[in-house]
């Protein structure tokens, strides 16, 4: 079978050929056809291939096969290593040119370090190391290509209609719209190579190209501020990059006989871990394992925006909105999480003895308490925050930190808890953040005190907005459910301060969400609908988008027992004594009917009343609109309300400097363990040692 | 007394959880109310009147299912009718020993619809109500959210049924829990000096805040509502102290009454404090006795396990 192939391949070629096509009438049809396309192909394969086995297509013993054409599985992988690193090579001239042009010192210097320094290390030493699979799949990944598939497709359709409005506004300038489709559906090939990848190599190619096309994305307005935080992201995430090019080196040199294999090191992690606990000495990780293990969660918390580095994320909604759907919801973030997760079987630990300075610091501390500070101050962040990208911004920041800090417990529970956050997390934001778009460019604002009796302005988009904000937070829909099994794996692994971390960032995610919900809710008179100018895609996806964040949180029990589970089944097959499910099935069951008792009511009751209507309350005689009354000396005063930010008690930029620092301060602390580990193995090594 | 009704995945449902529920739903509007009427009459006292009839808040209520159907939207009753029956779901949870983190949930659900109603009537006073309320929602949820996993820390469940069942004197081992939960419930009874969002004190500047445009019926379900939550706010209480013996639920009940007489006294002691001293205080005695108390929990045990 080759479908798989066909995920990446498919959206590749649309790419090129969205490049080429300049005018609507060709472009629209091609992007909604391969969008429904790809979509459908995506579930097809997940569909077909759900089962908790894992799924390796392209083995050095197997073979690969393409739709009947079977290859020689070495030949065929050396022949794609060279075009990666041929492609990897232009890349980095292109920044090194970029960089140049606009003086950016540090992109070109990262990028001057480690593209040379993979290839030397293809060249010397990883043309040795034998791969026997290249391409493992399993449920999780499965997951993540119907996230990838579905929701990235959909944003994209979302496009058609958007951006038309979006040149429209920003008239005047080239019209770069074949271009910035060319990127969008680059990244969804990208993207599904990333979740799909186990020789490292070809991983790291597909992550450098996602950082390649957020870059362009962020920057494609090419103003200055679009300019100054596109490079902010590029730099971040190149030193990400870095990192991730240097667990690569370890795992060729150091590990074993060397690998190139993700799944190798975490089988070898998770043996060590079983064994060490056995002997008495629980929560210890392997050192090579820890190092490679560190050096990849970095360079997963710099594409997960994780603090100190969430800057780039709330710089990158300069981008036309699409952008920032897509890059909050399935891709980017997304396979910064996804790498974090898949590490979480040789993560892990446990506060007790952490907290003992010097005594245990590994890769599972570090993740679990950069996800937790970063949960916690991104959540307070948000509180003072009245324009809605950056709220969702916030709040994506801070849900990445949680499903980070559960990644990082590295129990099966918690794990249940990351991905049922970012199959949650992906719905809803997809949904929120082009609403945001599409209320932009209808009320030409995308403040929320703008937003002020949306509900009369635009009923149906408003419907949408309630369904995700909801969503976000409210009991008992989808995320919170998740933050509720998040709770139970920290109470049960004992990691005390996330307990804390979780507790006061949700009681700052309740306060920042409910009162956006409540403008959304607020019935304001007299007020004319402006939603017929909306565009038909615009709609159809909104729509969709609506319903499944719907249709995910009351079918959730079911998804978890068929899917997520038996892939925590094989990730934790060797580790003893877990519970897979953080809530029990009861629970979850009754959370579902609950959910669906909310929206029988509300399709029942909502806005039907008998009762007299009458003008409200004010400080004077109200006029009878409800917007004015008779104030003092017989004057007429309009009423306005504005929301309450709090900016004294939680002012945006100190939330971000504790956490920023707070987070620094642990990197720190992981810095210096990466460079014990790094200088005992090379003692050890020429001690004559060998590994 | 436990006959299995039926299992539901796994979770067995008896008879005495059947019947906790709903006696909860039958009696605690009853008890709610009563309490409020004693309250009323115990403020009355401190400041030297006489005061209403104990049963004074069950006229007021039926004297409000009686008047003039007037709304201010077609939204906000809807809200309202939520708000009631999230409140009495939590309660029944609550009752029926079920889970607490279940309950805890569900009540900030009803405490939300409660705000929404506020919003959505887009009146200055009452959208400013929900803001304040929503404002004492973010002082006193993370210590409501902690005593809970200090219960599950020390019994081993989550479960109400099991907490208050088990042979395990919960008070003891969750002291600076309970003076955390005590300090917010003070917020969560509406209590000066934290009555900001609405108030049964003249000196409310907010007129009578979120509740500004309720009226008739709609006002009355309000209250009837806070009836039910008041009655399992103070059950959280009677759990510190429960363990399944009868003189240790005398002794609870005892507590209880205790709390609701020094809450009472502080409500009249105090006045209205602003809004940063409600977060600071209430985020500050959270964590030094919340959190405080989960770290010597979690060390005392993980010592007596070396």
């Known amino acids: 079978?080759?479908?798989?192939?066909?995920?990446?391949?498919?959206?590749?070629?649309?790419?090129?050929?969205?490049?080429?096509?300049?005018?609507?009438?060709?472009?629209?049809?091609?992007?909604?056809?391969?969008?429904?396309?790809?979509?459908?192909?995506?579930?097809?394969?997940?569909?077909?291939?759900?089962?908790?086995?894992?799924?390796?297509?392209?083995?050095?013993?197997?073979?690969?096969?393409?739709?009947?054409?079977?290859?020689?599985?070495?030949?065929?992988?050396?022949?794609?290593?060279?075009?990666?690193?041929?492609?990897?090579?232009?890349?980095?001239?292109?920044?090194?040119?970029?960089?140049?042009?606009?003086?950016?010192?540090?992109?070109?210097?990262?990028?001057?370090?480690?593209?040379?320094?993979?290839?030397?290390?293809?060249?010397?030493?990883?043309?040795?190391?034998?791969?026997?699979?290249?391409?493992?799949?399993?449920?999780?990944?499965?997951?993540?290509?119907?996230?990838?598939?579905?929701?990235?497709?959909?944003?994209c359709i979302y496009s058609v209609g958007y951006m038309k409005d979006f040149s429209r506004h920003h008239a005047g300038g080239k019209d770069r719209r074949p271009f910035f489709f060319f990127m969008m559906f680059l990244f969804l090939a990208a993207m599904f190579g990333i979740v799909i990848c186990n020789n490292m190599i070809w991983m790291y190619f597909f992550w450098e190209v996602t950082t390649l096309c957020s870059f362009f994305l962020i920057g494609y307005t090419k103003t200055d501020e679009a300019i100054r935080n596109s490079f902010r992201a590029l730099i971040m995430n190149l030193l990400g990059g870095l990192a991730f090019v240097c667990a690569i080196i370890v795992m060729g040199n150091y590990f074993g006989t060397g690998t190139l294999e993700l799944s190798q090191v975490l089988e070898v992690g998770v043996q060590y871990k079983i064994q060490a606990a056995a002997q008495g000495m629980a929560n210890t990780?392997?050192?090579?394992?820890?190092?490679?293990?560190?050096?990849?969660?970095?360079?997963?918390?710099?594409?997960?925006?994780?603090?100190?580095?969430?800057?780039?994320?709330?710089?990158?909604?300069?981008?036309p909105t699409p952008t920032s759907a897509l890059l909050h919801s399935s891709t980017m973030v997304k396979a910064g999480v996804f790498l974090i997760v898949k590490?979480?079987?040789?993560?892990?630990?446990?506060?007790?003895?952490?907290?003992?300075?010097?005594?245990?610091?590994?890769?599972?501390?570090?993740?679990?308490?950069?996800?937790?500070?970063?949960?916690?101050?991104?959540?307070?962040?948000?509180?003072?925050?009245?324009?809605?990208?950056?709220?969702?911004?916030?709040?994506?920041?801070?849900?990445?930190?949680?499903?980070?800090?559960?990644?990082?417990?590295?129990?099966?529970?918690?794990?249940?808890?990351?991905?049922?956050?970012?199959?949650?997390?992906?719905?809803?934001?997809?949904?929120?953040?082009?609403?945001?778009?599409?209320?932009?460019?209808?009320?030409?604002?995308?403040?929320?005190?703008?937003?002020?009796?949306?509900?009369?302005?635009?009923?149906?988009?408003?419907?949408?907005?309630?369904?995700?904000?909801?969503?976000?937070?409210?009991?008992?829909?989808?995320?919170?459910?998740?933050?509720?099994?998040?709770?139970?794996?920290?109470?049960?692994?004992?990691?005390?301060?996330?307990?804390?971390?979780?507790?006061?960032?949700?009681?700052?995610?309740?306060?920042?969400?409910?009162?956006?919900?409540?403008?959304?809710?607020?019935?304001?008179?007299?007020?004319?609908?402006?939603?017929?100018?909306?565009?038909?895609?615009?709609?159809?996806?909104?729509?969709?988008?609506?319903?499944?964040?719907?249709?995910?949180?009351?079918?959730?029990?079911?998804?978890?027992?068929?899917?997520?589970?038996?892939?925590?089944?094989?990730?934790?097959?060797?580790?003893?004594?877990?519970?897979?499910?953080?809530?029990?099935?009861?629970?979850m069951i009754i959370m579902m009917i609950m959910a669906v008792l909310i929206i029988v009511l509300a399709l029942l009751f909502y806005g039907r009343t008998e009762k007299r209507i009458v003008p409200l309350y004010m400080a004077g005689t109200n006029e009878g609109d409800n917007l004015t009354f008779t104030g003092a000396m017989q004057k007429d005063v309009p009423v306005s309300l504005r929301n309450w930010y709090l900016e004294e008690v939680f002012p945006e930029k100190m939330m971000n400097r504790i956490g920023v620092i707070a987070t620094s301060v642990f990197l720190a602390i992981t810095f210096s363990y990466v460079i014990s580990i790094s200088i005992s193995l090379y003692l050890y090594i020429i001690e004559g040692g060998g590994v | 007394m436990s006959t299995v009704l039926f299992t539901f995945y796994g979770n067995e449902l008896h008879v005495s959880h059947l019947l906790g529920a709903v006696l909860y739903i039958v009696l605690a509007p009853f008890a709610g109310g009563f309490i409020a009427g004693l309250d009323r009459k115990v403020t009355a006292r401190m400041q030297g009147r006489f005061g209403p009839p104990v049963l004074q808040p069950f006229y007021d209520v039926a004297k409000l299912f009686g008047k003039e159907k007037i709304t201010v939207n077609n939204g906000q009753d809807f809200y309202i009718m939520c708000s009631l029956i999230f409140m009495v779901i939590s309660g029944v949870f609550f009752f029926a020993g079920s889970n607490l983190l279940m309950m805890i949930f569900t009540l900030t659900a009803a405490s939300i619809f409660l705000v929404l109603a506020g919003f959505s009537s887009n009146s200055p006073y009452a959208q400013l109500g929900a803001e304040r309320e929503l404002l004492q929602m973010?002082?006193?949820?993370?210590?409501?959210?902690?005593?809970?996993?200090?219960?599950?820390?020390?019994?081993?469940?989550?479960?109400?049924?099991?907490?208050?069942?088990?042979?395990i004197f919960s008070f003891k081992y969750l002291v600076g829990m309970f003076i955390g939960y005590i300090f917010i419930i003070t917020i969560k009874l509406r209590k000066s000096p934290f009555d900001l969002s609405m108030s049964h004190h003249a000196h409310q500047e907010l007129v009578k805040g979120l509740t500004t445009e309720l009226s008739g019926k709609t006002l009355g379900i309000l209250e009837i509502s806070h009836w039910y939550e008041n009655v399992f706010l103070l059950g959280f209480v009677f759990i510190f102290f429960a363990r399944g013996q009868i003189l240790?639920?005398?002794?609870?009940?005892?507590?209880?009454?205790?709390?609701?007489?020094?809450?009472?006294?502080?409500?009249?002691?105090?006045?209205?404090?602003?809004?940063?001293?409600?977060?600071?205080?209430?985020?500050?005695v959270t964590l030094i006795f919340g959190g405080g108390n989960l770290f010597v929990l979690y060390y005392v045990r993980t010592f007596l396990q070396q």
Request: net charge neutral; hydrophobic share 60%; aromatic share 12%.
């Open chain 2, 138 to 167: 973010m002082s006193y949820e993370p210590m409501v959210l902690l005593a809970a996993v200090g219960l599950f820390m020390v019994n081993g469940s989550f479960n109400v049924g099991d907490i208050v069942t088990s042979d």
């Open chain 1, 1 to 155: 079978m080759g479908v798989i192939f066909l995920l990446i391949l498919i959206p590749l070629i649309i790419a090129i050929v969205l490049l080429a096509v300049k005018s609507d009438r060709l472009r629209d049809p091609v992007v909604i056809a391969s969008g429904i396309a790809i979509a459908a192909i995506s579930i097809y394969f997940a569909v077909s291939h759900f089962g908790g086995v894992v799924f390796t297509p392209w083995t050095q013993a197997g073979g690969v096969e393409f739709f009947g054409q079977s290859a020689d599985a070495g030949h065929l992988a050396e022949g794609v290593g060279i075009a990666m690193m041929v492609i990897e090579a232009a890349l980095a001239v292109l920044i090194i040119y970029l960089g140049i042009k606009y003086k950016k010192a540090l992109a070109v210097v990262l990028a001057a370090i480690q593209t040379p320094l993979l290839i030397w290390f293809e060249q010397t030493r990883g043309h040795d190391v034998p791969v026997s699979s290249y391409i493992n799949i399993d449920n999780f990944s499965l997951i993540m290509i119907l996230i990838i598939g579905v929701i990235g497709s959909m944003i």
């Open chain 1, 343 to 587: 590490l979480a079987p040789v993560l892990g630990f446990n506060s007790a003895v952490s907290v003992v300075p010097g005594f245990i610091i590994g890769p599972g501390f570090l993740v679990t308490m950069v996800g937790g500070i970063t949960f916690l101050f991104a959540s307070m962040a948000a509180l003072s925050q009245s324009n809605a990208k950056r709220v969702l911004a916030y709040s994506t920041v801070a849900n990445l930190g949680l499903i980070v800090a559960c990644a990082g417990i590295g129990t099966a529970e918690a794990v249940w808890a990351a991905i049922m956050l970012i199959i949650f997390h992906a719905v809803t934001k997809s949904l929120l953040f082009l609403c945001v778009g599409t209320v932009e460019h209808n009320i030409g604002s995308r403040d929320i005190e703008d937003m002020d009796g949306l509900f009369g302005r635009m009923p149906k988009l408003a419907t949408f907005l309630i369904i995700g904000i909801s969503a976000m937070f409210l009991a008992p829909f989808g995320m919170l459910i998740s933050k509720w099994a998040a709770l139970q794996s920290f109470i049960d692994s004992g990691d005390i301060w996330i307990i804390l971390a979780l507790v006061f960032g949700s009681a700052a995610t309740l306060f920042y969400w409910t009162k956006w919900l409540g403008k959304m809710t607020a019935v304001v008179a007299a007020r004319e609908s402006i939603e017929n100018k909306v565009h038909g895609s615009e709609w159809g996806i909104l729509g969709g988008l609506a319903a499944f964040t719907v249709a995910v949180t009351v079918t959730f029990p079911f998804f978890s027992k068929g899917v997520v589970v038996p892939y925590l089944g094989v990730a934790f097959s060797d580790i003893p004594e877990k519970t897979f499910e953080a809530l029990r099935m009861d629970n």
């Open chain 2, 248 to 284: 240790y639920a005398v002794l609870g009940v005892a507590v209880v009454v205790a709390c609701y007489f020094v809450e009472i006294l502080i409500d009249n002691g105090y006045a209205r404090m602003k809004w940063q001293f409600t977060i600071k205080s209430a985020w500050i």
């Open chain 1, 285 to 319: 990780t392997e050192p090579v394992v820890g190092l490679i293990a560190t050096l990849l969660a970095f360079a997963g918390i710099t594409k997960a925006a994780q603090m100190p580095f969430n800057s780039w994320l709330l710089g990158a909604m300069v981008a």
